[in-house]
């Protein structure tokens, strides 16, 4: 499973999931399993992904 690898090489980075599979049960899995968050991908995917990118981007400069 490609989540598990990137937690155990980067722990701390932020794995965001896109899919286009909307099951309840897969996107809770991959939150319980150390994504960051869970994005459906439709027509809002992108403006919601651009927004969450923005987000990491201004609490890893507000950290350092």
Do not use: W
């Amino acid at each position: 499973d490609i989540l598990r690898i990137i937690k155990q090489k980067s722990p701390n980075c932020k794995v965001v999931i896109i899919s286009q599979v909307k099951n309840m049960k897969t996107s809770f899995e991959t939150l319980n399993e150390g994504a960051y968050t869970f994005i459906y991908k439709d027509r809002d995917a992108l403006m919601e992904s651009c927004l969450l990118v923005e987000e990491i981007l201004n609490e890893r400069m507000h950290a350092a």
